[in-house]
């Protein structure tokens, strides 16, 4: 409900879980390092720490579409990437929030 049309989303491939946005500034485009940190959130907050590895979809939130009469969005124009639990990265990130 939050993002705009070239932020960028990410949500767990297959599964059901937590989708995570990167804010970008018009023209501004996102780190390999802010995307590997947000997908291991994405995957952190879908219950996944335990998962291994896991994919992680990516795109832009203008390629999202919510389904109708559902809580489900359906997505195209993806990349995916393939993360592993990293515990360093998450308690890093963790330690950051609030």
Do not use: M, Q
Request: glycine residues 8%; hydrophobic residues 35%; positive net charge.
């Amino acid at each position: 409900k939050h993002a705009r049309g070239n932020d960028i989303w990410l949500h767990v491939r297959g599964k059901p879980g937590a989708h995570v946005v990167i804010p970008l500034s018009s023209g501004k485009s996102a780190s390999l390092e802010t995307l590997l940190d947000a997908a291991a959130l994405t995957v952190y907050f879908s219950k996944g720490a335990d998962w291994g590895k896991t994919e992680v979809d990516y795109t832009f939130k203008k390629h999202v579409k919510r389904i109708r009469d559902s809580k489900e969005a359906s997505y195209t124009n993806n990349k995916t990437l393939i993360v592993a639990s990293v515990a360093e990265r998450l308690k890093r990130l963790l330690s950051d929030e609030g």
